[in-house]
């Protein structure tokens, strides 16, 4: 009889305290209850969830709220596919937009076979480790350091080591996300359209005879691309030429033509670059000596 | 640990590793001069600070001594001439231990140059009022001789509201190899007396305590002998161990208080000078001259005649090598001490004022090959290490995570001054000082894109 009674008693107790629970529950969702556009769900399943940072905002879902209230345009997603987009701006009954295909840039040209090596690092495998203890081992002390952190940071696979231990940018995977720039100690990535197709591929800072003796392919400050092109496109500053990109539908290939080392390159829209006829032939394939 | 420390001889502070110091090598040559290099390399830059600003003008003549350069600013100090010659180039790049190259001022060296300097007019230190005398070190273009060359004279004004009570003299020279200190101290110790008098002056401080570790009990006997009784400046011999130079674990060790995180000695009223910083304020400021030589130890298994060299500011590595003689196998060199200093990837690197030695490795083959960095196995070495109590462990996995802010924020990266004990320690051979380093950097880019 008592063994009863408990039971119904606590049965009947935790049915009154759960309903009761419920019933607060029940109503904090009506109360604050927070609208949130369903579209919003939709629009991310078709984003590819990389959160890159390439469209210009922080991750997916905030670029897919700004697609909702109209802050972006479908294009700007440059890891989607063409179609995946259109999918979005027919979803949205929005326009599709433009967005001119961005690629990184590497303004080193100084693989080990061209650029010299004052002495050999052996420590841990990293460029910014190499950058911090003397600014690494290569003879020029803007160049590519050659130990793949742009490599590593890649979400893309767009960028692999070549064997001369200088980065090659995929520009098909390439998505400019930024990801390279920011990890470079030397900050020899830069973000490009594919229309800038003039590039000088150096950082050097030196002239002449100095800058020669540390590297065959590297800007000397010659100053004949300057001369020869349109004038303001290319300016030399700090012992560099540096094209204006602004004036960009000036350039020609012109620019590339007399340069000695072929630190000034053009870019076809196929991912591959040219150097002028004068530049030097490189037909090293090992390594150059330490020391 | 309370009681054991009741029987310990000198005093010190928790934490720290014991290296092999290797100073048998040096410690008893006394300081001898370098000959001028053909040409001398002064970078502008060479202090933590804005950089100097040339004075001189290309094809200019200097003298031994003259200022070439002033200060670019409130913390900066200016140049002298290391020798008498012409000025070839004011902007001349060249390679520097940190990395990137930096403008520099060539001199080309007379040939019959004297190393006898004839600039400059004696006055009486005592003559000089407190604004004077801080003018003074500034114009000398002192910067901390111990390796950070952070310029002395911004260390006599602290900032309002607070005093500076105490002077600590700091003589450990905890590094492996290096004996420029110690030589100093046994050498020059009347200078070091005079700097200490003179910058009890400047900073109004009541005492100066100069520390020494207990391997140099030599130099504290000396020092001691020259300090009249009821001196206000005493000297105190510190255990023998790794950092104990450093200037927050010396303040620990002789007056056990702790400077705050993220705070400088000031804070708790105490100003931390190099012994080899005072012996040069003590004799450059009565003569009115500035900073134009240094004492470098120059030592490791790669030197032909290792030692305490007097060198001329903005000597190039390549012609101390000369003259001291390096071993066909030497294939290292580093610049400051081994746990501290920095490998240097070039020989046209020249000694600038922060050097305070070189020091030659002879590294096989099997040396040079990179350690495998093993899995950490926690351990707690590192934490043992730790003369700051970082946990290092932690650190090193944030780092490997790339979570670089969250170690500043949450772990106190930037309390970490690089000392490189818990690398020193680590049995897995874990880079953590690199780690740190690159945190660092990779935060202080992050902080100036967003500024």
Not at chain 2, 393 to 415: C, F, I, K, P, V
Request: with cysteine.
């Amino acid at each position: 009889m008592t063994d009863i009674t408990s039971i119904a008693l606590s049965v009947g107790f935790m049915a009154v305290l759960g309903s009761i629970l419920a019933s607060i529950l029940v109503l904090a969702n009506k109360r604050l209850f927070v609208y949130e556009d369903p579209r919003i769900d939709d629009v991310e399943d078709l984003l590819p969830r990389a959160n890159c940072g390439a469209c210009g905002s922080p991750g997916c879902r905030p670029f897919a709220e700004g697609l909702i209230d109209g802050t972006y345009e479908p294009a700007q997603c440059t890891v989607n596919a063409k179609e995946t987009n259109e999918l979005i701006a027919n979803y949205l009954g929005v326009d599709l937009g433009a967005q001119e295909k961005r690629v990184a840039r590497l303004a080193c040209a100084g693989g080990s076979h061209v650029a010299f090596i004052r002495a050999s690092y052996a420590g841990m495998s990293s460029c910014r480790a190499a950058a911090l203890v003397s600014g690494g081992g290569k003879g020029c002390s803007w160049g590519c350091l050659g130990m793949g952190d742009c490599a590593v940071v890649c979400d893309f696979d767009a960028i692999s080591m070549n064997k001369y231990g200088l980065p090659v940018v995929n520009e098909d995977r390439c998505t400019a996300c930024n990801d390279c720039v920011e990890v470079c100690p030397k900050d020899l990535f830069e973000l490009h359209s594919v229309n800038e197709q003039l590039f000088v591929a150096c950082k050097n800072l030196e002239k002449g005879e100095e800058a020669e003796s540390q590297c065959e392919v590297i800007c000397t400050a010659c100053e004949r691309c300057a001369v020869d092109s349109p004038e303001g496109l290319i300016d030399i500053r700090n012992n560099l030429a540096v094209v204006d990109y602004r004036k960009n539908d000036l350039a020609s290939k012109v620019a590339i033509e007399r340069c000695p080392t072929g630190a000034i390159v053009w870019f076809d829209k196929q991912g591959g670059y040219q150097v002028g006829k004068d530049a030097k032939k490189i037909i090293r394939k090992e390594m150059l000596p330490i020391g | 640990m309370g009681l054991l420390n009741l029987f310990r001889r000198s005093k010190t502070f928790r934490h720290g590793v014991h290296p092999m110091d290797h100073k048998e090598q040096t410690a008893h040559l006394a300081i001898r001069r370098l000959p001028f290099a053909p040409k001398i390399y002064v970078p502008l830059a060479q202090h933590i600070g804005a950089p100097a600003v040339a004075l001189v003008k290309p094809g200019q003549e200097v003298v031994r001594g003259e200022p070439i350069a002033e200060a670019g600013g409130f913390v900066s100090v200016p140049m002298h001439a290391p020798v008498t010659g012409i000025v070839r180039a004011i902007d001349q790049l060249v390679p520097t231990a940190a990395g990137p190259k930096t403008p520099a001022i060539v001199i080309e060296t007379y040939e019959a140059a004297t190393q006898e300097v004839l600039y400059g007019l004696d006055r009486d230190l005592n003559a000089l009022t407190r604004e004077e005398l801080i003018q003074a070190v500034q114009a000398s273009g002192m910067v901390g001789l111990g390796g950070a060359a952070f310029p002395s004279h911004v260390k006599l004004l602290p900032p309002q509201g607070k005093a500076i009570e105490t002077l600590i003299i700091n003589g450990c020279e905890c590094e492996p190899y290096l004996t420029c200190d110690h030589r100093v101290m046994l050498e020059q110790t009347d200078r070091l007396i005079n700097g200490i008098r003179a910058m009890l002056r400047a900073t109004g401080a009541r005492r100066a305590i100069i520390g020494v570790e207990d391997n140099k009990l030599d130099a504290v006997r000396a020092i001691r002998e020259k300090l009249p009784a009821g001196e206000t400046i005493s000297c105190e011999a510190v255990e023998t161990k790794y950092p104990q130079g450093a200037e927050k674990m010396l303040i620990s060790s002789l007056l056990n208080r702790e400077v705050p995180s993220g705070g400088l000695p000031v804070d708790i009223g105490v100003a931390v000078y190099n012994v080899g910083t005072l012996a040069q304020l003590g004799e450059l400021i009565p003569r009115s001259r500035g900073l134009i030589e240094r004492v470098v130890t120059v030592s490791g298994p790669g030197v032909g005649k290792p030692g305490n060299y007097l060198v001329p500011i903005g000597t190039p590595l390549r012609f101390l090598m000369e003259q001291v003689g390096s071993s066909s196998a030497a294939n290292e060199v580093i610049v400051g001490g081994p746990m501290m200093g920095m490998s240097v990837a070039s020989l046209d690197v020249p000694v600038t004022k922060g050097v305070s030695g070189v020091v030659v490795f002879e590294k096989t083959a099997e040396d040079q090959q990179q350690h495998t960095v093993h899995p950490c196995i926690k351990c707690g070495a590192c934490l043992d290490a730790c003369p700051i109590h970082l946990n290092p462990s932690m650190l090193g996995q944030l780092a490997g995570a790339r979570m670089y802010e969250t170690m500043a924020s949450d772990y106190h990266l930037n309390d970490c001054f690089e000392c490189g004990c818990c690398s020193y320690v680590c049995p897995s051979n874990i880079p953590l000082t690199q780690y740190f380093r690159i945190a660092k950097a990779v935060n202080r880019e992050t902080k100036a894109i967003a500024a």
